[in-house]
């Protein structure tokens, strides 16, 4: 390895740990000034901050890690998995923002050996306009369907892609294509943290940003459209990218029909690879399993 590719090794290293420990020091601040009791975050120590710094290093390190190899661990809509179970129905995956399909590794495998035929929707969050993300998701979701025989697919999004299928909810008849949705991270009301993002999607995520405005604006007329459509949020007390984390809680009944759970502790992007959180995901997704599916 030549010196200058050992700098910029080093420099990227020593930028994701000091990322990781501005992230933590922000989610300390805001968490113990601005508490909200739905998102009952620990109290700080010494074992909790370790704890939550380095669970939100790993976090970083996987996502890039697995990055590159996107390619391999994308699923394409009808592709059928090993062992899937008639009758289920089909789940559509959408990652976060400045990720790709890599971040579901290890929940695509947990859905295909319950029995689920996976899709991972891909986009990119840098020069893409949002309409075009719509569109995109929109075929998608036509392409999984015809796949399927028609049947209603399921969403499990993590983060920005919470929102982008909030927002595809919104068009006329959409919550009728949808089986239910599960979030995991996804900033609800918005995050402080997206002032540092880089492109127009990224800056999309502060809590006074117009896509969070207008899907805020939408949740009454999607609690009448939607009535019936069971959404779950899947929220880590110890999220240091979404702050407050009031920006997690949903549109909670009777504005909106959602339904919030707590995870054990983990970190943003950590949430993607732990245990705990695949089994309350599989928990939720069997729950959706009993809307029945409409002519």
């Not at 949705?181 to 006074?208: D, F």
């Not at 732990?274 to 009993?290: N, T």
Request: charged residues 20%; aromatic residues 10%.
């Amino acid at each position: 390895m030549s010196t200058t590719l050992l700098v910029l090794f080093s420099l990227t290293v020593a930028g994701f740990f000091l990322f990781a420990l501005c992230s933590n020091l922000i989610y300390w601040y805001e968490t113990l000034n601005t508490p909200d009791a739905r998102i009952p975050s620990p109290r700080p120590g010494l074992v909790v901050c370790l704890r939550m710094y380095f669970a939100c290093l790993g976090g970083y390190f996987l996502c890039v890690g697995l990055f590159p190899f996107a390619p391999f661990i994308r699923r394409k809509p009808g592709r059928a998995a090993k062992g899937e179970k008639a009758g289920l129905p089909p789940v559509i995956l959408v990652h976060g923002l400045n990720n790709n399909a890599a971040v579901w590794l290890y929940i695509a495998r947990r859905l295909e050996k319950a029995g689920y035929r996976v899709s991972t929707f891909s986009y990119s969050s840098f020069f893409v306009p949002l309409e075009k993300i719509m569109e995109g998701l929109d075929a998608h979701v036509r392409l999984v369907r015809d796949a399927a025989d028609g049947r209603r697919p399921l969403f499990v999004c993590h983060s920005l892609g919470g929102l982008l299928v909030r927002r595809w909810l919104m068009a006329e008849g959409n919550s009728a294509r949808c089986g239910g949705l599960v979030t995991l991270s996804t900033p609800h009301q918005g995050s402080k943290m997206a002032a540092l993002a880089p492109g127009r999607t990224g800056q999309s995520i502060r809590p006074t940003a117009s896509l969070i405005l207008e899907l805020r604006a939408a949740e009454a007329r999607m609690r009448d459209e939607g009535a019936g459509l069971l959404r779950t949020a899947l929220a880590s007390p110890t999220d240091e990218a979404v702050l407050p984390s009031v920006g997690l809680v949903p549109p909670l009944p009777p504005d909106g029909g959602w339904k919030l759970r707590i995870t054990p502790r983990t970190g943003h992007f950590t949430m993607l690879f732990w245990p705990g959180v695949g089994d309350m995901l599989l928990e939720e997704l069997a729950s959706c399993q009993a809307r029945p599916e409409e002519g």
